[in-house]
């Protein structure tokens, strides 16, 4: 199969953890990454290769996968962090990218 | 810094043609992959094509099999995305994306296609 399944949306409050899945057979088969989304404005790499984070990402923001689900977490949310997440892997060759249906991560 | 900046927004009739352009700048144009993602209205990433700048091997999304074609001019560090045939339900912010784990986008260009 080459897809990814997200949630919809989750809801966390401000200094609370979250975590957001990502599940599909692709991910035992290749590295994901995630992206986060606000209005109106281009994606941005927050998380690749599974748990690597970019320089310019906050601590806060950590990746883990087991089997055929990845999960991007973050620790101490803040409100800025309200976007919409999507999950991105590769599916039956490394050149051909897949996306899962993204999350909306609401700051209650 | 790296950038990539990418055409202005366009209004096509159905049945037209899109050519979007991605111009790169700080790093060498052929040592990253160049995606094309698009996102209608509301909805998700769709990722639509690949392409290897050095060597301009591509790879295309199925469902865009046919009628998209990415390809580059290297000399000016350039990558561009043509899609045929256009629908009105192609109307979408088309994203050009650089670096080994996308990790540099540009702002996107708005498309609308309308009669």
């Known amino acids: 199969s080459s897809e990814l399944t997200q949630p919809p949306s989750v809801s966390v409050s401000p200094g609370q953890t979250v975590s957001i899945p990502c599940s599909g057979d692709?991910?035992?088969?290749?590295?994901a990454h995630w992206y986060r989304q606000k209005p109106g404005q281009a994606p941005v790499l927050v998380i690749y290769?599974?748990?690597e984070r970019p320089s310019r990402i906050p601590e806060r923001f950590s990746g883990s996968s087991s089997g055929t689900t990845v999960t991007l977490t973050i620790s101490g949310v803040q409100a800025e962090d309200e976007a919409d997440y999507y999950c991105?892997?590769?599916?039956?060759?490394?050149?051909?990218?897949?996306f899962g249906g993204g999350t909306k991560l609401h700051v209650l | 810094q790296v950038q990539v900046v990418q055409s202005g927004a366009e209004v096509k009739k159905p049945g037209a043609s899109l050519k979007v352009s991605c111009k790169t700048s700080?790093?060498?144009?052929?040592?990253?992959?160049i995606n094309w993602v698009r996102q209608a209205p509301g909805q998700g990433l769709d990722w639509m094509g690949w392409?290897?700048?050095?060597?301009?091997?591509?790879d295309y999304a199925q469902k865009f099999q046919g009628r998209v074609s990415i390809s580059r001019n290297t000399s000016i560090s350039t990558a561009y995305m043509e899609l045929f045939s256009l629908r009105p339900d192609d109307s979408a912010v088309y994203y050009c994306?650089?670096?080994?784990?996308?990790?540099?986008w540009g702002k996107g260009t708005p498309v609308i296609v309308s009669a």
């Open positions: 392409m290897n700048p050095n060597s301009g091997k591509t």
């Open positions: 692709a991910l035992s088969r290749h590295f």
């Open positions: 290769k599974n748990t």
């Open positions: 994306s650089a670096g080994d784990y996308m990790d540099i």
């Open positions: 991105q892997s590769a599916g039956n060759s490394d050149t051909y990218k897949i």
């Open positions: 700080g790093y060498t144009f052929t040592i990253y992959a």
